[in-house]
C-alpha cells in the first residue's frame, strides 16, 4: 500500500489531492492521471491502482498503489500525469511521456505518504522536468528530483525532495 498527495510551487498538478477520479469501465483513475490499470484489465489481472477512502490525508480520498500478481507476472502499483507506453508484457517494461506544463521549474516538491510494504518492497516518487529539443525533435530532461521509500510508515508521512537542474 502506497498512498500520497502533493503540493508543489510551479505548474498546477492535475488532482494533486486525488479527490476527482473518472471511472473506466471496471477501474477509476484519478482526474489528470493514469494508472497501470488499463493494462491489468485488458489481461483480467488484479487492479493495482484503487480510490481509497480510509484514512485519507486531508480531503476524502488518497490514491493506493499496490503491486499485484497473476499467473506469475508482477503489476506495480503505478500511476503517473503523462501515459504508460507498454514495451514488454513479459516482464512488464513500460516508458512514461507526456505529463502536464509547468511555466517554471520549482525548486523542490513535497507531500505525505504512509505505506506498509511488506518484505523487500520499495516504492518511489519521481517529477521529471522535460523541454522540446527544437534540434533532435525529442524531449531533454532538464530537471528532475525523487523519494525512494524502502521502510513502512503506517501513518502519514511527510515527505520532500530537491529538484536537481540536468541541463
Not at 479527490?19 to 487492479?47: C, M, N, R
Not at 512488464?92 to 507526456?98: A, K, Q
Amino acid at each position: 500500500l502506497f498512498t500520497t498527495s502533493f503540493s508543489f510551487s510551479q505548474g498546477v498538478i492535475p488532482d494533486a489531492n486525488f479527490e476527482t477520479w473518472t471511472t473506466h469501465g471496471t477501474y477509476q483513475e484519478p482526474a489528470g492521471w493514469k494508472s497501470i490499470d488499463s493494462f491489468a484489465v485488458t489481461l483480467s489481472a488484479p487492479i493495482p491502482v484503487t480510490k481509497d477512502s480510509i484514512n485519507p490525508h486531508g480531503g476524502l480520498y488518497d490514491i493506493q498503489l499496490q503491486s499485484k500478481t497473476d499467473f506469475g507476472q508482477n503489476y506495480p502499483g503505478a500511476a503517473c500525469t503523462g501515459f504508460f507506453n507498454i514495451v514488454s508484457l513479459s516482464p512488464l517494461s513500460y516508458t512514461i511521456t507526456g505529463g502536464f506544463p509547468a511555466s517554471s521549474k520549482s525548486p523542490s516538491m513535497s507531500g505525505w505518504y504512509r505505506d506498509s510494504m511488506p518484505g523487500v518492497d520499495t516504492g518511489y516518487i519521481y517529477a521529471f522536468f522535460t523541454k522540446w529539443n527544437t534540434n533532435t525533435n525529442k524531449r531533454d530532461t532538464v530537471a528532475f528530483g525523487g523519494k525512494m521509500i524502502d521502510t513502512a510508515h503506517l501513518t502519514w508521512t511527510q515527505f520532500s525532495f530537491v529538484i536537481v537542474d540536468d541541463s
